[in-house]
């Protein structure tokens, strides 16, 4: 808790020194997220997603039923 209240006792003059009129929690126009890319959503079995969430536990998803292989590119 003590170097919270330090580092918050010390924000308004570091924020004065970085971007002081930059904050995206005020100004959502500030925002810049990225965009989407569908293809990188990938795809999903609604008979396993339902079945998971039938059960609390996640014993009922089997292990490597998402293939990681499907999601990284090779550059």
């Known amino acids: ?3 919270l209240a330090k580092a918050c ?3 308004e ?6 971007q002081p009129n930059f904050k995206p929690w005020m100004y959502a126009e500030q ?3 990225k965009r989407l ?6 795809t999903f ?6 079945i998971a969430s039938a059960d609390s536990g ?3 998803i089997r292990e490597n039923s ?5 999601f990284v590119k090779e550059d």
């Open 13 to 18: 003059k570091w924020k004065a020194k970085h």
């Open 37 to 42: 890319n569908p293809e990188d959503i990938g």
């Open 58 to 60: 996640e014993a009922t």
């Open 1 to 3: 808790m003590k170097k």
């Open 9 to 11: 006792s010390k924000y």
């Open 31 to 33: 925002m810049n997220p």
């Open 66 to 70: 998402v293939q990681i292989d499907d």
């Open 45 to 50: 079995s609604a008979e396993e997603t339902l």
